[in-house]
């Protein structure tokens, strides 16, 4: 099992619609968690951290799930805007961060 | 706001040349990473740097070497290029490594 795993989709949504990803992992001594955004041809940009509370930034959602060893992220409303590839990321401790191979996303008129 | 920059946004170099890749930051982070994205891989982290002339190697290191001579510099060096170091090269540079990471507009590789 890769260390951190995505479905690389492409997920495609009309506007206005509720997606989800998940992104498992392997390790349970994971620390944190973060869910980073990189549009096409452009460099990977922190979305938001991943809490084990949870965490909500507008229309977007982060939850953790320490049990089963999954992260998702959840996005109300999609917007064209939306459309990108969504990194999960995992900090395992000392300087190793471990990214994901990334869920692409594609939102339609 | 954070700045990466990078030295070149494409480069074509051929087999067994040396390779300098550059990046700078403007932020004073004192980490600096770099990785290269491969499609269906995902970011792979090279090397790594925590402070002046310190590095670690990351999950790749090998054909890759870095120096690290002032703070906001951090340069990637390919020895002898070959052609499956053909890749995306990014940039990063945080605070700390469960802190955010800011990228640079990365560099496209081609090795012939």
């Known amino acids: 099992r890769k260390e951190v795993e995505q479905d690389p989709g492409p997920f495609n949504v009309p506007e206005g619609a509720t997606v989800a990803f998940n992104c498992t992992y392997s390790n349970s001594a994971s620390q944190s968690f973060f869910w980073y955004r990189q549009d096409c041809r452009k460099e990977p940009k922190l979305l938001m951290s991943v809490y084990s509370s949870g965490n909500e930034d507008g229309r977007f959602t982060a939850q953790l799930n320490r049990a089963s060893q999954y992260i998702s992220l959840l996005i109300r409303d999609s917007k064209l805007s939306d459309s990108a590839t969504y990194l999960c990321v995992r900090y395992t401790g000392g300087f190793k961060t471990i990214f994901g191979a990334g869920t692409r996303l594609f939102v339609k008129a | 706001d954070v700045k990466v920059t990078q030295s070149s946004r494409y480069l074509v170099k051929r087999t067994g040349e040396k390779v300098f890749l550059e990046c700078v930051q403007d932020m004073d982070h004192e980490n600096m990473f770099w990785y290269r994205q491969d499609p269906g891989l995902g970011l792979r982290l090279i090397y790594f740097?925590?402070?002046?002339?310190?590095?670690e190697k990351g999950d790749i290191p090998e054909g890759y070497s870095v120096s690290r001579e002032k703070k906001e510099r951090f340069s990637l060096i390919l020895e002898s290029a070959s052609t499956n170091q053909t890749s995306m090269y990014l940039c990063a540079s945080g605070r700390g490594a469960r802190d955010e990471q800011y990228f640079g507009p990365g560099t496209r590789l081609t090795v012939t």
């Open positions: 740097s925590y402070d002046v002339k310190m590095k």
